[in-house]
T-cell receptor, first 114, second 112 residues
Framework: GENVEQHPSTLSVQEGDSAVIKCTYS??????FPWYKQELGKRPQLIID?????GEKKDQRIAVTLNKTAKHFSLHITETQPEDSAVYFC?????????????FGQGTILTVHP | EAEVAQSPRYKITEKSQAVAFWCDPI?????LYWYRQILGQGPELLVQ????????DSQLPKDRFSAERLKGVDSTLKIQPAELGDSAMYLC??????????FGSGTRLTVV
């Protein structure tokens, strides 16, 4: 089955700096890669996603890049703010079929210091 | 905005007791997933339904856990008997062919 590795497990940055979180996946059939932000005690919230036919996607301060050949994808947050502090999870799945099971990475605790 | 409904939000139960969680997916979402998230870890799939049929329950501890989706709409996840290690957040999600993936608010289970 799919295996997703996520690094780093913790990331501490100063407000205004950039943050990068990286994930690798094992199943070359995976074609959908979402990123979730989870605050303490709350549900994972989708913040951005990318499909395998696209190499990069950007939404304001957040961007995701995908390298299908190397089977890795990354989340980039620019101009970080204290409210970006949370746990971030990457995931991979085979979308568009009856499967769609998400396999999650282990999570990254991001702390943005004012 | 359509939501996945889950209840209860919080549940405290004693070891060896039975506990059940309920989920109502977004209307039209044929695929329903139950995930378990242990504190400090990513969610892990327990069981996946396509309509009323189980398509993946490989990670479901079947000696104590059971799940059903009798009419292909709402679903119930049961644990009997509960163990201390079952303390976790139980998240339900739904999708249409893997698209429009939406999580519910989850049930926080504490086994004492």
């Amino acid at each position: 089955g799919e295996n997703v590795e996520q690094h780093p497990s913790t990331l501490s940055v100063q407000e205004g700096d950039s943050a990068v979180i990286k994930c690798t996946y094992s199943d070359s059939a995976s074609n959908y890669f979402p990123w979730y932000k989870q605050e303490l005690g709350k549900r994972p919230q989708l913040i951005i996603d990318i499909r395998s036919n696209v190499g990069e996607k950007k939404d304001q301060r957040i961007a995701v890049t995908l390298n299908k050949t190397a089977k890795h994808f990354s989340l980039h947050i620019t101009e970080t703010q204290p409210e970006d502090s949370a746990v971030y999870f990457c995931a991979a799945s085979i979308s568009g079929t009856s499967y769609g099971k998400l396999t999650f990475g282990q999570g990254t605790i991001l702390t943005v210091h004012p | 905005e359509a939501e996945v409904a889950q209840s209860p939000r919080y549940k405290i139960t004693e070891k060896s007791q039975a506990v059940a969680f309920w989920c109502d997916p977004i209307s039209g979402h044929a695929t329903l997933y139950w995930y378990r998230q242990i504190l400090g870890q990513g969610p892990e799939l327990l069981v996946q339904f396509q309509d009323e049929s189980v398509v993946d329950d490989s990670q479901l501890p079947k000696d104590r856990f059971s799940a059903e989706r009798l009419k292909g709409v709402d679903s119930t996840l049961k644990i009997q008997p509960a163990e201390l290690g079952d303390s976790a957040m139980y998240l339900c999600a739904s999708s249409y062919l893997g698209r429009g993936y939406t999580f519910g608010s989850g049930t926080r289970l504490t086994v004492v």
